[in-house]
T-cell receptor
């Protein structure tokens, strides 16, 4: 089976940097994705790591280490609008998508 | 380019009834996946369709089924509804050949079973 673990909640203040971790147990997958979901909204794609290392997209960066079965999403210069739930996800070699339980980020003024 | 659309947006049914939800993917996307989202279980994969064929299936009972049409539009059906089927049902489309990165989600159908 496959499972992903994330912290359930993270709180930070505007302008700060926050890291949301994702650890996983899976036999094989193509890469690690991150999605953002605001309350009442649909998940939207943020980033994807096919290979180990850091991927940067504006204020967001994502990291993957297959040897450590670990990845993270880094959000810099936090803004109030970043308050949302963040999900890590993998697409395994059997082609199924598996999502983590989600981390609820609260950004305080 | 229009996004993924789902109809209806809200639905109220009673136990034992059946329901059909519809999803229209982004033009050119041939893969459509369905998910059930609940507060306690998060996003659970139901199934994926590609070129009118079910390519993958999650761990859900046979009451949950789906299909895809030649224009890539997809429907999912839930028969003999149970209270526990109350959830947000999301569909997502993606391009062929992209092995794991980006799925585009629709706004979802909120199903309430009474």
């Amino acid at each position: 089976g496959q499972s992903l673990e994330q912290p359930s909640e993270v709180t930070a203040v505007e302008g700060a940097i926050v890291q949301i971790n994702c650890t996983y147990q899976t036999s094989g997958f193509y890469g690690l994705s991150w999605y953002q979901q605001h309350d009442g909204g649909a998940p939207t794609f943020l980033s994807y790591n096919a290979l180990d290392g850091l991927e940067e997209t504006g204020r967001f960066s994502s990291f993957l280490s297959r040897s450590d079965s670990y990845g993270y999403l880094l959000l810099q210069e936090l803004q109030m609008k970043d308050s949302a739930s963040y999900f890590c996800a993998v697409r395994n070699y059997g082609q199924n998508f598996v999502f983590g339980p989600g981390t609820r980020l609260s950004v305080l003024p | 380019k229009a996004g993924v659309t789902q109809t209806p947006r809200y639905l109220i049914k009673t136990r034992g009834q059946q329901v059909t939800l519809s999803c229209s993917p982004i033009s050119g996307h041939r893969s459509v996946s369905w998910y059930q989202q609940t507060p306690g279980q998060g996003l659970q994969f139901l199934f994926e369709y590609f070129s009118e064929t079910q390519r993958n299936k999650g761990n859900f009972p046979g009451r949950f089924s789906g299909r895809q049409f030649s224009n890539s539009r997809s429907e999912m059906n839930v028969s003999t509804l149970e209270l526990g089927d109350s959830a947000l049902y999301l569909c997502a489309s993606s391009l062929v050949g992209q092995e794991g990165n980006e799925q585009f989600f629709g706004p979802g159908t909120r199903l309430t079973v009474l």
